[in-house]
């Protein structure tokens, strides 16, 4: 396990970073929508989030270097989450870190619960979300996907 690990806002310096990580085929495959992402559109829809009061996103960094990308969306009666990691930092326990510290500080400001939508066959990411204090809420069907809901409330 790394050293440190900090949490911090995303900027728009990150872009490019994000546009790779997204790209990842095994980010790609575990996605509900497993198209290429376009760069255009990409840069489009990240400078729209990084500037909606309704979206919060975070790189985790480990020893100064990104090493995941978190994002929540608040919603009417809950917020969303996602989360995917870098490749070089995969199996290392970095996803139940950077989703615990970002729904740390979440809840520092908003008390909705936060659900997290994933494949049935997403072991790696259904293990990282319970041991980051989420547990099942349902089973779903998501774009014709067998998928899980789990949630995290307040405490």
């Known amino acids: 396990m790394a050293n440190q690990l900090h949490l911090r806002?995303?900027?728009?310096?990150?872009?490019?970073?994000?546009?790779?990580?997204?790209?990842?085929?095994?980010?790609?495959?575990?996605?509900?929508?497993?198209?290429?992402?376009?760069?255009?559109?990409?840069?489009?829809?990240?400078?729209?989030?990084?500037?909606?009061k309704n979206s919060l996103l975070y790189i985790l960094?480990?020893?100064?270097?990104?090493?995941?990308?978190l994002r929540i969306d608040v919603k009417t009666d809950n917020a969303t989450i996602?989360?995917?990691?870098?490749q070089q930092f995969r199996?290392?326990?970095?996803?139940?870190?950077?989703?615990?510290k970002g729904v740390a500080d979440y809840f520092k400001f908003n008390s909705l619960p936060i659900l997290a939508s994933i494949k049935k066959q997403n072991i790696a990411s259904i293990k990282s979300f319970e041991k980051a204090g989420f547990s099942y809420l349902r089973d779903a069907e998501i774009n014709q996907i067998d998928s899980v809901v789990y949630q995290i409330i307040k405490e």
């Not at 310096?13 to 994000?18: K, R």
């Open 9 to 52: 806002e995303a900027k728009l310096t990150d872009v490019d970073l994000i546009f790779e990580w997204s790209n990842d085929q095994l980010v790609r495959e575990q996605s509900f929508n497993a198209d290429i992402i376009v760069y255009e559109p990409h840069c489009d829809w990240f400078t729209h989030k990084l500037n909606d």
């Open 61 to 69: 960094e480990s020893d100064n270097r990104p090493a995941s990308f």
């Open 82 to 86: 996602g989360v995917l990691i870098a």
């Open 91 to 100: 199996g290392k326990g970095l996803a139940s870190v950077s989703i615990s």
